[in-house]
């Protein structure tokens, strides 16, 4: 599973990121599946505590280092940086795997799905240090899931697992299948479905 930015708000209490451990880390651990992520603009300090508690255990924060994934799957990641400054100086990709697919995460708005603008950050700069190319790039940040192709690079916003957005039109409780095979990669959207009532406001 990979998250790819702000997993908990601002005001996340030390109650819910531990409902949140229990609920979901616990369950993940459980059945084996790491969970990799890149950190987004907003956090909590509950919610870093938890993070760094569980990190290499079942929690994993991805970086320009590279982690692998099954035998020749990479995953990149870049944690937010505001205004979109990216420290590009300090940024260096490892070698990918010769065979590999490579895939980049990032909480940032993109020159690419975005357009010009000061904050938005220009794929064309993060691909000089990384030797070789990714197969895929998605990010977090813009809640409206949206999606182009950049020199047959597919360039991916997720769009929000939660409905929190104050966005008009956002996507949101969406997830999306990437399933790599013979190296080419593809994506399906999957729609997470709402919790069953609790009887909350009845
Ligand atoms: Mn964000």
């Known amino acids: 599973m990979v998250h790819v930015g702000d997993i908990f708000h601002d005001n996340a209490t030390h ?8 609920q979901v880390f616990e369950r993940l651990n459980e059945a084996g599946i790491p969970f990799y992520y890149v950190r987004g603009n907003h956090e909590s ?30 995953l990149f990641g870049a944690d937010h940086q505001p205004e979109g400054n990216i420290p590009w100086d300090n940024l260096t990709f490892s070698k990918t795997a010769d065979n590999g697919e490579s895939i980049l995460v990032l909480h ?23 030797d070789g190319t990714f197969d895929f790039v998605v ?26 957005s104050t966005n008009k039109d956002p996507t949101d409780r969406v997830a999306w299948l990437l399933t790599v095979t013979d190296g080419s990669i593809s994506y399906e959207q999957y729609d997470i479905p709402q919790p069953e009532s609790k009887g909350v406001g009845r």
């Open 108 to 130: 940032q708005t993109l020159q690419q799905l975005s357009g010009e603008g000061t904050k938005n950050v220009d794929l064309s700069r993060i691909q000089r240090p990384f």
């Open 139 to 164: 990010s977090g940040h813009h809640h409206d899931a949206t999606m182009t192709n950049w020199n047959g690079i597919p360039v991916m916003y997720t769009g929000a697992a939660e409905r929190m």
């Open 15 to 22: 109650l819910q990121t531990l409902l949140t451990r229990q």
């Open 45 to 74: 300090k509950a919610g870093n505590k938890l993070l760094d508690e569980l990190e290499g255990i079942t929690v994993f924060n991805l970086s320009t280092t590279g982690t692998t994934v099954g035998t020749d799957i990479q």
